[in-house]
T-cell receptor, first 113, second 114 residues
Framework: AQSVTQLGSHVSVSEGALVLLRCNYS??????LFWYVQYPNQGLQLLLK????ATLVKGINGFEAEFKKSETSFHLTKPSAHMSDAAEYFC???????????WGAGTKLIIKP | IAGITQAPTSQILAAGRRMTLRCTQD?????MYWYRQDLGLGLRLIHY???????GKGEVPDGYSVSRANTDDFPLTLASAVPSQTSVYFC?????????????FGPGTRLTVL
């Protein structure tokens, strides 16, 4: 069965520093991969998605993620953190043809002034 | 375009009472989902519906029921609420015909069972 692992329930970075949120999946077949963001007291919204086209995927708000099949990873990065990036981030994976998403436990991003 | 609406926004409920959380989408998506979100546990799927008239059980279905009479609405019912059902509930939908299964989320319902 598919699973998703997000390393670190909390990640703290200084404003202006690099953001790196890690996501690894378990699958022998490259799936569809997603990053969602949840701001406080809101629902989840899609940041970006990988659908077997380009391995480097650009999303909203300056975020991007790179699909690495050999490492079964889909880490999320942003070159320079802003205070407004403080939120919880979820990685999710879907097997092709499966209607459901398998979710990681989430990583709370904390931005230090 | 509203996307997905959920009602109520929040509710405090006495244990043993019946409660229905409402979810409506205007995107004509065929698939809909109910999740609960608890601190440290991420999102857990309660029930889903791949198309109107069909429903399925997710990871944590006990104590909950759903119906899907039409494409737009997917209500979640707690027949007899218990304190462990205190959570934030999210409804989501997707167009499974698009193949990618990107899910769109509602704003959530915060439920407290006392």
């Amino acid at each position: 069965a598919q699973s998703v692992t997000q390393l670190g329930s909390h990640v703290s970075v200084s404003e202006g520093a690099l953001v790196l949120l890690r996501c690894n999946y378990s699958s022998s077949v490259p799936p569809y991969l997603f990053w969602y963001v949840q701001y406080p007291n809101q629902g989840l919204q899609l940041l970006l998605k990988y659908t077997s086209a380009a391995t480097l995927v650009k999303g909203i708000n300056g975020f991007e993620a790179e699909f690495k099949k050999s490492e079964t990873s889909f880490h999320l990065t942003k070159p320079s953190a802003h205070m407004s990036d403080a939120a919880e981030y979820f990685c999710a994976v879907s097997d092709q043809g499966n209607y459901q998403l398998i979710w990681g436990a989430g990583t709370k991003l904390i931005i230090k002034p | 375009i509203a996307g997905i609406t959920q009602a109520p926004t929040s509710q405090i409920l006495a244990a043993g009472r019946r409660m229905t959380l409402r979810c409506t989408q205007d995107m004509r998506h065929n698939a809909m989902y109910w999740y609960r979100q608890d601190l440290g546990l991420g999102l857990r799927l309660i029930h889903y519906s791949n198309t109107a008239g069909t429903t399925g059980k997710g990871e944590v279905p006990d104590g909950y029921s759903v119906s899907r009479a039409n494409t737009d609405d997917f209500p979640l019912t707690l027949a007899s609420a218990v304190p462990s059902q205190t959570s934030v509930y999210f409804c989501a939908s997707s167009d499974s015909g698009a193949g990618v299964n990107e899910q769109f989320f509602g704003p959530g319902t915060r439920l407290t069972v006392l």
